[in-house]
T-cell receptor, first 114, second 107 residues
């Protein structure tokens, strides 16, 4: 148990729809990162939030957006879903910004876009 | 070319064998993480290294900062070690992940 939960566990959407994925971090973890992991690939960094502000972003288009809330929960929103968005979406939380702190991963949300 | 490369991609071992997974990185990092991912997706952090060596049970992780190389060793491997092992380089605001090594340990 990492103390990080995600919902839903599985989700099926159709192309063009919008989706919101949720993550609840460990208390006190003010940094949350979101990753996309396609089948057979390593995770790809989407973005990171620190104290409710985005402070880093990978190579993902603006239709991927996020929010972080004061209660250590966060959301990943994806608009205009495409077939290639089908993947496992992982959130990970840690204390502080520096990469030397351990990240705690949630179990992921598996999204299928038809 | 990825910022973090792992080898091998797939590995099958007999129970009891000594296993080594290698990771090389080309970016400046503050720490190197080894992660374990089981079928179904859940990721567990095994080690975080910025220098030297760490040991936890049958797992040993080493890092050579000058050569930008890290290894994960599993001694006396067991079928429950079967998983995907991922190394990730950490910078200030993001992680660069390798594509993972899929390990299968046969009884």
């Amino acid at each position: 148990e990492t103390g990080v939960t995600q919902s839903p566990t599985h989700l099926i959407k159709t192309r063009g729809q919008q989706v919101t994925l949720r993550c609840s971090s460990q208390s006190g973890h003010n940094t949350v990162s979101w990753y996309q992991q396609a089948l057979g690939q390593g995770p790809q960094f989407i973005f990171q939030y620190y104290r409710e502000e985005e402070n880093g972003r990978g190579n993902f288009p603006p239709r991927f957006s996020g929010l972080q809330f004061p209660n250590y929960s966060s959301e990943l929103n994806v608009n205009a879903l495409e077939l290639d968005d089908s993947a496992l979406y992982l959130c990970a939380s840690r204390i502080g910004l520096a990469g030397q702190e351990t990240q705690y991963f949630g179990p992921g949300t598996r999204l299928l876009v038809l | 070319k990825n910022e973090v490369e792992q080898s091998p991609q797939n590995l099958t071992a007999q129970e009891g064998e000594f296993i080594t997974i290698n990771c090389s990185y080309s970016v400046g990092i503050s720490a190197l993480h080894w992660l374990q991912q089981h079928p179904g997706g859940g990721i567990v952090s095994l080690f975080m290294l910025s220098s030297g060596k760490k040991k936890h049970g049958r797992l040993i992780a080493t890092i050579n900062i000058q050569e930008k190389h890290s290894s994960l060793h599993i001694t006396a491997s067991h079928p429950r070690d079967s998983a995907v092992y991922i190394c990730a380089g950490a910078t200030g605001n993001q992680f660069y992940f390798g594509t993972g090594t899929s390990l299968t340990v046969i009884p």
